[in-house]
């Protein structure tokens, strides 16, 4: 069974009913851009895709991508949508939902249609024009000095590459100007897209820091989707010799292991 879907001009909106199965990445695409157009002929400003009736078989990556494609749709049309899933697809559209916003999409998840109605309409459904767009895209973190080790809470999508490196260099410049020894990353609400080659290339840093960033014990927590990159990333921060890391899908692991001081680096667990 494929992804069927119906739309339906609503007084103050546009309801798009989806049920079926969706697979891939392309029926995702076909029908963003199917809506997309039905909203640009019927001069609507607020979309609400009612999902609960869907199955998805798509992976985080998958989301990625339809950010991305989305992003040249949406924000130059300044519409509102909002998503009504079932309970056991809320946490994949809270995924979908940061995605959308770093991107300026205003677009928001519920699992009730009454309140996503409600949020449709209580406003103008245009974005604010005076919202600086560029806002939300990259990344956004902060840091904070915890009992025994600095922690970063990062957020977001960069931009490119050359983001992600600067990023990377940032955290390692606060370390070391507060002298810490313990480092917790939490990249939990963040995606990074990364492959083989600049993995490795992320692994191979400046002769002068690579003594400073083996003696700094860093704890990096993801999402439990994105373990798999992450431990890529680890295997070859840890095979180069310059780091001292591992990566955890639970911040009170990660936490307990930065204390485990005479614990050595496995890629094992």
Known sequence: MTCEYDIVEKDAFLLVAVSGEMTTCDEAFSLAESVALQARIGKRGCVL???????????????????????MIVPSMSVRIASVRSPENKQLGQHLETLFQNRAINFRVFDDYNEAESWLTSANCALDPREDRTRRKG??????????????????????????????RRVFKEV??????????????????LDHHKAQVMADIPEEEKRE??????????????????????????ASRNFNSKVFDQRKKAVEWLFKVDEPVSDDD
């Open 176 to 193: 070391r100007r507060l002298g810490v020894k313990r480092l917790l990353v939490d990249e939990s609400m963040a995606y990074i897209n």
């Open 139 to 168: 990344l956004s973190y902060f840091f904070q000095e915890e009992e025994g080790y600095l922690q970063v809470r990062t957020s977001g999508t960069p931009v490119d590459y050359d983001e992600t490196i600067a990023y990377v």
């Open 49 to 71: 895709f009612d999902v609960r009736g869907l199955k998805q078989d798509l992976v985080f990556h998958d989301f990625y991508r339809l950010a991305e494609r989305m992003a």
């Open 213 to 238: 960033r083996l003696e700094i014990r860093t704890a990096v927590v993801c999402a439990p989707h994105s373990i798999d990159l992450y431990k890529l990333l680890e295997s070859h921060a840890n």
